[in-house]
């Protein structure tokens, strides 16, 4: 609970001067910007040293534990306080006066501003603020409720829509007579003109219906169903049919949260979907390792397989001869690099139709860009990009398809425009937003300008948040954070690009388009350890090769005792994942090394191989470590491996010598591998920074580690070691609970059918409120064209300059 004004005001009056030197602390640290730990620490520390005892439990104490950042001015101290998850205040001391007041989030960001750019902090700077478009529109309440958008909708809507019954029957009837599969009309045909003809032909079908055999197909009963104005898509067998008939006579007779998920989640609507993916190497083998290609591709293949079979089966359950088709849309780039990526179109393995479609970037002129572009630098192609994915999707699918997935900040950009030219629903899947990755890299943009180019970017993120109907997150804490640590997400809600513009209100964690539908992984591939008659025998002993072998090919260190354990850690290599402090705490710690060797995949050992100056740094900073402490006899460094049977196997393999996987990532959106790992029956040992935090109970289906005290962390796992020693049984419970998770929580089944729920129910939700949401639509279209568009261009024109000058 937030103290109040006046608590805190007479707290600091009464304490005036223990207030003072504390306060005096905080300017003698002569920072600009103070973090959470900057106030914490300072504070602890000073109540240690004094007899200030009234400070615990005070109203000040509350302040600085809340404190998120602080702007330090002359004699102010400028405060932003999370209450509580994704709750702001703002407030402002006066050191010397010792006086305190709220301020707004304005004059907290001016604050900020002051320090970076004063000339346009006090100028005349564009306020963001979507809060006026809020009105009318539902918010979530309760922070537990966040990510649960879709329940809360259908309260909503239930609500809404039956207030009075009358008008939301006759909407809900409007709803029903849209459906069609190319020319064949679905459920409700012209017969039904009015709520009272659905509501008589209703009774009349469901007695008729009801004196059928329930297995009895549609197909038999289609004339007699047709005559009473219903057609396909209630049904595929008489039984079917006349379940979801009940479901909208009692939905129409009391709405109720539940009948109106039922139903929607029946209703045939889905057939047609747009997936988009625009950087990196987008292609099906022989792409992870490259630039900016990671687990998003490994995700997404895996979400289209699980969506064809997902449709297909409710197709068929509500006796729909159609198929679905699923188009991957992604860059097509003639450089390919020996991947398919300057093949046009490709048909997904695993799929029955779903295909890759490849469109490339061009430039002004309209020549097609050859080679590969940075994530970092897409932006002034994507508008042209976006046109042309239009025509060829429509060329493709014959018509618009029923719904458009975005990814990351481009993907995302690309289907908002999208969906608003063609007026289909959207969704957006971050995977990972930058801006929780780099310090005050919102503040410090022109710092960024010409390689990350986040002010670009976090446009970009606004825009397309904010156009989208639903946006899935893969844990809550990508929404909105823990009790002490913010969201991905709620870090759009409010903050500044000095001489760009300001946002005061970017992006709402209690708006119920936020839903929490996590990943799995591929099932045919990532199985546990112990099932041994599903591993092929050919793939045990190749990864035996590369693992115990003592070729040096592509590979670094033979270890020496092939009898311990392996501590497994597999990922791209770059600074964020980590994998040199990793390899430094195991250097650090020889307990830990005579315990367990070290096995690494991922990476080139080369650093002329790398791609960006981070990944060389990390390459080479290896290499010097394992020098520096003689580390060749107990770690094996393997490099990247694109084969996923082969990795599916180097987990088990691990599993097989009682060892353990580590993810050391300094921050980790989601964290594929964590899951891969778990399900294989590997005990994990993973970031306590992002996803990982929230996918593993801690001490019961693996463990948290902080890469920040990676001395701790190694301990932890030495500890683990030892207690698998002492106590038989450890290492399988640990092993068996991570299995358990994963199967609970974790699979592509669970993703299709919440995927597919969501999509109808949005879609819905998108045709009952399509008026008001124009307002906000016709605003983020302006902003576009002002800010996102000159943004785009300047990037573009720094390009040519750089290609003109040979850089
Ligand atoms: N991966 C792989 N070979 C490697 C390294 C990684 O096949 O050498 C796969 C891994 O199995 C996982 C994905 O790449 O499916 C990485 O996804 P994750 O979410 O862990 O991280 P990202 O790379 O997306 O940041
Ligand atoms: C990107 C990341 O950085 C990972 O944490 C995720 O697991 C991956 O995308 C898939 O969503």
């Not at 006046?6 to 910007?33: G, I, T």
């Not at 960001?109 to 750019?117: A, P, S, T, Y």
């Not at 970009?460 to 640590?485: H, K, R, V, W």
């Not at 590369?546 to 311990?564: F, I, N, Q, T």
Request: glycine content about 8%; proline content about 5%.
């Amino acid at each position: 609970m937030p103290p109040l004004i006046d608590d805190l005001s007479a707290f600091l009056q009464k304490y005036r001067d223990s207030a003072y030197l504390l306060l005096r602390r905080y300017r003698e640290l002569h920072k600009d910007f103070l973090l959470q730990s900057d106030l914490h620490d300072t504070f602890e520390q000073f109540c240690s040293e004094g007899d200030v005892s009234a400070f615990r439990g005070s109203p000040l104490e509350g302040l600085i534990n809340a404190a998120q950042v602080s702007v330090v001015r002359s004699s102010s101290l400028l405060l932003a306080v999370r209450w509580s998850v994704a709750r702001w205040g703002f407030m402002q001391i006066d050191m010397d006066q010792l006086e305190v007041r709220e301020i707004s989030v304005r004059q907290f960001l001016q604050g900020m501003e002051r320090v970076i750019d004063p000339e346009s902090a006090d100028g005349f700077t564009l306020d963001l603020d979507l809060k006026p478009f809020e009105r009318g529109f539902p918010r979530l309440r309760e922070a537990r409720s966040i990510g649960h958008g879709a329940e809360y909708l259908n309260r909503y809507l239930s609500n809404r829509l039956f207030r009075e019954i009358e008008t939301g029957g006759r909407k809900l009837l409007e709803f029903l007579r849209l459906h069609r599969a190319g020319e064949q009309t679905l459920l409700v045909n012209q017969g039904i003109d009015s709520l009272e003809r659905l509501i008589d032909s209703l009774r009349s079908a469901e007695e008729f219906l009801g004196k059928q055999p329930a297995e009895r197909p549609w197909s038999e009963v289609a004339g007699e169903m047709a005559r009473r104005g219903f057609e396909p898509g209630w049904g595929g067998a008489v039984g079917r049919a006349r379940d979801t008939m009940n479901l909208l006579s009692d939905l129409l007779e009391a709405p109720s949260p539940d009948n109106v998920a039922r139903f929607l989640g029946r209703i045939p609507m889905i057939f047609n979907i747009v997936i988009m993916s625009p950087h990196g190497y987008f292609g099906q083998a022989d792409v992870l390792g490259k630039p900016d290609t990671g687990g998003q591709v490994v995700y997404i293949l895996d979400q289209v397989r699980a969506l064809e079979r997902a449709m297909i089966e409710s197709n068929r359950k509500q006796g729909i001869d159609v198929t679905p088709n699923i188009l991957v849309v992604t860059r097509l780039i003639p450089e390919a690099e020996g991947t398919t990526c300057n093949i046009p179109l490709e048909p997904i393995i695993g799929t029955q139709h779903a295909r890759i479609l490849r469109v490339p970037f061009r430039s002004e002129s309209g020549e097609i860009v050859p080679h590969w572009i940075s994530r970092f630098l897409v932006w002034p192609y994507l508008e042209r990009f976006a046109v042309e994915v239009e025509r060829e999707i429509r060329a493709e699918l014959g018509d618009r398809p029923d719904f458009i997935v975005g990814n990351y900040s481009d993907g995302n950009l690309v289907a908002s425009i999208l969906s608003q030219r063609m007026g289909v629903t959207q969704c957006n899947i971050a995977h990972a937003l930058e801006k929780t990755k780099y310090l005050f890299s919102d503040l410090y943009w022109k710092d960024h300008e010409g390689e990350h180019n986040f002010a670009c970017q976090y446009t970009a993120d606004l825009i397309a948040m904010n156009a989208a109907d639903f946006i899935i997150a893969s844990t809550y804490q990508e929404i909105a954070g823990t009790p002490d640590s913010i969201g991905q997400y709620e870090s759009y809600q409010a903050f500044s690009l000095p001489g760009l513009y300001r946002v005061l209100y970017g992006i709402d964690v209690y708006d119920p388009k936020f839903n929490i539908v996590s990943p799995g992984a591929d099932a045919n591939v990532f199985f546990p350890y112990g099932e041994t008659q599903r591993r092929p025998n050919e793939l045990q002993n190749l990864v035996a090769e590369m693992v115990h072998g003592d070729s040096l090919e592509r590979a670094r260190g033979v270890l020496a005792d092939k009898s311990k354990p392996l501590l497994f850690a597999m990922s791209r290599i770059d600074h964020i994942k980590n994998p040199s402090g990793l390899l430094e705490w195991y250097a650090n710690c020889p307990a830990l090394r005579e315990r367990a060797n070290f096995l690494f995949v991922g990476g080139m050992l080369q650093p002329d191989e790398a791609s960006d100056p981070e990944q060389v740094e990390q390459v080479r900073r290896m290499h010097e470590l394992i020098d520096e402490h003689g580390l060749d006899g107990q770690v094996r460094w393997l490099e990247m491996q694109a084969d996923k049977h082969l990795v599916g196997e180097l987990y088990r393999y691990v599993a097989d010598t009682r060892g353990v996987f580590v993810q050391p990532a300094l921050f980790e959106a989601f964290g594929l591998t964590v899951i891969e790992a778990m399900v294989s029956g590997l005990p994990t040992f993973a970031t306590c920074y992002g996803g990982p935090a929230e996918i593993i109970v801690d001490g019961v289906s693996g463990f948290h580690i902080d890469p920040n005290h990676g001395d701790a962390a190694a301990e932890k796992m030495l500890d683990f070691l030892a207690r698998c020693d002492a106590e038989a049984g450890c290492w399988e419970r640990l092993s068996q609970g991570g299995i358990e998770r994963v199967n609970e929580r974790y699979t592509w089944t669970l993703y299709a059918d919440r995927m597919l729920k969501l999509s109808r129910i949005y879609g819905f939700w998108k045709f009952i409120s399509n008026i008001e949401r124009e307002e906000s639509a016709r605003y983020l279209e302006m902003f576009y064209f002002l800010m996102y568009r000159r943004m785009a261009d300047k990037i573009a024109e720094q390009e040519a300059e750089r290609e003109r000058a040979g850089v």
